[in-house]
């Protein structure tokens, strides 16, 4: 058993409109961690530009082409194959996903949590999440998809990916630590 960590949730709100948190939360439970803290708000602009403040946009851009490319003419879809303007693009998007509704977030508490959390929900992509997590259980939507909307992925629910991200995140979204 690793060390107890604090590590943040947040179900986006086409989970809340689907009727999802019920069963995303009793996924996390029944997977033995706490919930320190919960709440559900309509993130401020001030947090919907800061939460993704450290998205890494030449990665997430190279990601996405290379994800289109296999199933679609990446160009076509995203407009251009210069990753780091996909990645600006994405950012964008993401930032309008968040602010367009209420989301829940959530401080999860136990041992090794971010590990477990990723295990528990799965690739960003829904469709390279196995059933039985998260995204592979709940998430409707593809990559190729949203590219052809312009907009987010809806892939349920974001996770802290690092013990930095964490703190960064449960600072950001509570405004305080947690004890």
Avoid: C
Avoid at 34 to 56: F, Q
Avoid at 152 to 177: G, P, T, Y
């Amino acid at each position: 058993m690793g060390p107890i960590q604090d590590t943040l949730v947040i179900i986006k709100n086409d989970s809340i409109k689907r009727k999802l948190v019920g069963e995303i939360i009793r996924v996390f439970e029944r997977a033995g961690l706490d919930i320190v803290r919960m709440k559900m708000t309509i993130p401020s602009k001030k947090i919907v530009r800061n939460h993704s403040l450290k998205l890494k946009k030449e990665k997430i851009g190279k990601e996405t082409i290379s994800y289109i490319q296999e199933r679609a003419d990446a160009f076509e879809v995203l407009g251009t194959l210069e990753p780091y303007r996909v990645g600006v693009e994405i950012y964008k998007w993401n930032k309008k996903q968040l602010a367009s509704g209420k989301v829940i977030a959530i401080v999860l508490r136990g041992p090794d949590s971010i590990a477990k959390v990723k295990d528990l929900v799965g690739p960003t992509y829904p469709s390279k999440a196995f059933a039985g997590t998260i995204r592979g259980s709940y998430s409707i939507d593809t990559v190729l998809l949203s590219g052809l909307e312009k907009r987010a992925i809806h892939n349920v629910v974001h996770r802290s990916s690092s013990m930095d991200e964490a703190e960064r995140e449960i600072s950001l979204w509570f405004k305080q630590k947690i004890s």
